[in-house]
């Protein structure tokens, strides 16, 4: 053991995994191998440790990925990057104490709230907000809190599952709430909701559609009639957006998607949305709406379970100060990436062919992605390197440093550039060089 953890192709782990973690790696393997029986040279040993160690240290941490896919909100590459202002507030109020639960000017206890409630107000236009740690803890939130025991009245083309088997039916069991379905799968209409309303209804629930789409023969109300019938009943409507946009998306050439503001001017009581899909922030429930029902969700008790931390909020709100000053263009990543045009990525895609001159330029088609447009396709350009190994050629990628995430068609390996940052580009050349060494 001692000659095995002094070699230095497994010393060279010892940083990123630690000593006791390569030990004990080492005795499983060499456990394996007097099992087994059969016999293994110090070499072969060393060799096929360093190979179980490499697939540990893969697994087992967090590492910065190039996301060559086209995807530009990649549920498992971690959705939306971070701009630089909301990395600066984490470090800034992540590294220091602050003001989270303090009042400066009483010096008494405060809330952790109310400082992104003034921002959340001035971005959305409602009365009022609050934040939770995903946007599946918002919607639980509210059922808890304004369903407990009673009924909710939900369209069945609405009853979705996204990803990570979360269910609409399940989230309302598990609040505690009962379930009223109405309409057909492709038609529901106002007189359908209507007829559902009863002494035990809670509230009506929109949910966004997420990862399909029902076309053809299909019909539901518009959002302002049904918020419109909610306050002649007295029930309140609930929207989960979802995606979380607060910027009109059609104006990058991709589908609309319906903002936070456009459910606020419906007359929804409450919307909630993510915070690291559209709105480009970190992962965290939002959740707007109007003063009495944001009330109601402050004092449930399950909050404390559910509420965002220090620098989540830090980076929130940094991320909204740059819609709020309108400089969301330049300072929001996922923005910049839909607004390159088509010349600023040939331009680039340049200098990966004359690093590969096996390599071609191709028109290609990237895509918002994140669950929010899944079929909402946006123009790109991609670098094709054709090789009867095009998965090897992958795999080899995703090993690298720093791993590459590319996409294979028509057994060729696509770099598409629509979600590779500028300053990536060097490091994205470098890597497919040394994986196709």
């Keep these: 053991m001692h000659r095995i953890l002094a070699d230095e192709r497994i010393a060279a782990y010892e940083g990123d995994l630690g000593r006791q973690r390569i030990k004990r790696a080492a005795e499983t393997f060499l456990s394996r191998v007097r099992l087994s029986g059969d016999g293994f040279s110090f070499d072969k040993t060393i060799e096929a440790l360093a ?3 490499e697939r540990i240290w893969l697994t087992s941490i967090h590492r910065p990925v190039i996301n060559a896919t086209g995807i530009i909100l990649h549920t ?6 971070l701009g630089a202002d909301a990395l600066a507030a984490i470090a800034e109020l992540g590294g220091r104490y602050s003001n989270l639960e303090y009042d400066l000017e009483t010096g008494e206890r405060g809330s952790r709230y109310t400082a992104i409630a003034e921002v959340l107000r001035d971005v959305t236009g409602a009365e009022d907000g609050l934040v939770v740690n995903n946007c599946a803890a918002a919607v639980l939130l509210v059922l808890d809190t304004l369903a407990r025991g009673r009924e909710v009245i939900v369209a069945r083309s609405q009853l979705v599952e996204i990803g990570g088997g979360f269910r609409i039916p399940d989230v309302l069991e598990r609040s505690g709430a009962t379930l009223v379905e109405v309409g057909t799968t492709n038609r529901v209409y106002l007189a359908d909701y209507e007829r559902a309303l009863s002494q035990r209804t809670a509230l009506i629930l ?9 076309e053809g023969f299909v019909h539901e109300p518009l959002p302002a009639a049904l918020a419109e019938l909610g306050r002649r009943a007295g029930v309140p409507v609930v929207e989960d957006l979802g995606s979380g946009a607060v ?9 609309h998607e319906r903002m936070v503001q456009e459910a606020v001017n419906d007359g929804m009581s409450l919307v909630t949305f993510s915070g690291d899909k559209l709105l480009g922030g970190p992962q965290a429930g ?16 399950l909050l404390r379970a559910v509420r965002a931390d220090k620098v989540t909020l830090a980076a929130l709100r940094a991320t909204l100060d740059s819609y709020r000053r309108d400089t969301w263009r330049e300072e929001i990543p996922i923005y910049r ?22 390599a071609e330029i191709l028109e290609s088609d990237a895509y918002v992605g994140g669950g929010s447009l899944p079929e909402s396709r946006i123009a790109s350009v991609a670098v094709a390197i054709a090789t009867p190994k095009s998965k090897m050629l992958a795999a080899a990628l995703r090993r690298g440093d720093p791993p590459v995430v590319a996409r294979i068609e028509n057994d060729r390996l696509l770099i598409d550039l629509r979600a590779i940052a500028p300053d990536d580009d060097a490091e994205a050349i470098a890597a497919v060089a040394a994986s196709m060494r």
């Design 76 to 81: 498992n590459l971690g959705r939306a990057p």
């Design 51 to 53: 190979r179980d160690l």
């Design 247 to 255: 910027v009109d998306l059609a104006q990058f050439g991709v589908a």
């Design 206 to 214: 929109r949910t966004h559609a997420s990862n399909y789409r029902i």
């Design 337 to 358: 990436m839909l607004a390159a045009t088509l010349v600023d990525l040939r331009d680039r895609a340049a200098a990966y062919v004359a690093a590969f001159p096996s």
């Design 286 to 301: 939002i959740i707007a709406g109007r003063n009495s029902f944001i009330a109601r969700l402050k004092s449930n008790a």
